[in-house]
């Protein structure tokens, strides 16, 4: 429930989503932290985004997208 609220409100920041599926992320990811995630949180909210927005679903479970944070 709440995951999904959060989903939804950062989905429909339109700006922020731009940001994603155009691609735009990709130069801003620093690989190199060996603190962080090395990318994969980022790289996975654009797979759930672009499942989102390409209309290519009619439902999608963010399990992938959870599964990368909680890790």
């Given at each position: 429930c709440y995951m999904n609220s959060v989903i939804q409100s950062l989905?429909?920041?339109?700006?922020l989503t731009n940001y994603f599926l155009t691609?735009?992320?990709?130069?801003?990811?620093n690989?190199?932290?060996?603190?962080?995630?090395?990318?994969?949180?980022?790289?996975?909210w654009?797979?759930?985004?672009y499942g989102l927005w390409s209309q290519q679903f009619s439902c999608l479970s963010p399990q992938p997208f959870?599964?990368?944070v909680g890790k």
């Amino acid at each position: 429930c709440y995951m999904n609220s959060v989903i939804q409100s950062l989905g429909f920041h339109f700006s922020l989503t731009n940001y994603f599926l155009t691609g735009e992320f990709n130069k801003d990811i620093n690989v190199n932290n060996k603190l962080g995630s090395r990318g994969a949180v980022v790289r996975e909210w654009f797979r759930l985004m672009y499942g989102l927005w390409s209309q290519q679903f009619s439902c999608l479970s963010p399990q992938p997208f959870k599964y990368t944070v909680g890790k």
